[in-house]
């Protein structure tokens, strides 16, 4: 096993238990008698989806040519991101945006403290 697959292996592992320890905000949906005014009577309520809102994360390592980046790139687990570096992306989680920030933060977290540059991202679907 090399230094890099130990690394990604230890960060996934941090990862992973950070999204599993979470405990995201349910979302709640409701249709109103006028959609574009928040005051309008509630006129339909959906189940509420208990892993919260919807969206993704990932995470950036910069510069795209250090060594992780270039291990993530062969393993095909990154890709070059739009803006530098190379992109990791959260697959796990459904569509928990709660549950992908907390893996890529602790992810980013366990590769930045071995002196790596990289940094979380996420948006709301």
Same mark, same amino acid.
């Given at each position: 096993m090399s230094e890099y697959s130990e690394l990604f292996a230890k960060a996934d592992a941090a990862?992973?238990?950070?999204?599993?320890? $979470?405990? +995201?905000? +349910?979302?709640? *949906? *409701?249709?109103?008698?006028? !959609?574009?005014? #928040?005051?309008? !009577?509630? *006129?339909?309520r959906y189940e509420p989806v208990m892993d919260? &809102? $919807?969206?993704?994360?990932?995470? &950036?390592?910069? !510069?795209?040519? $250090?060594?992780?980046?270039?291990?993530?790139?062969?393993?095909?687990?990154?890709?070059? #991101?739009?803006?530098?570096?190379?992109?990791y992306w959260v697959h796990g989680y459904g569509q928990s945006l709660t549950r992908k920030e907390a893996y890529a933060g602790a992810f980013a977290k366990v590769v930045g403290e071995a002196g790596i540059k990289c940094y !979380? $991202?996420?948006r709301m679907d």
């Open positions: 990862g992973k238990a950070a999204a599993e320890a $979470c405990v +995201p905000v +349910p979302m709640h *949906v *409701v249709q109103r008698a006028d !959609p574009l005014n #928040d005051n309008s !009577p509630v *006129v339909k919260g &809102v $919807c969206g993704f994360s990932w995470i &950036v390592v910069k !510069p795209g040519n $250090c060594a992780f980046a270039r291990y993530l790139k062969k393993e095909h687990q990154a890709h070059k #991101d739009y803006y530098g570096g190379v992109s !979380p $991202c996420s």
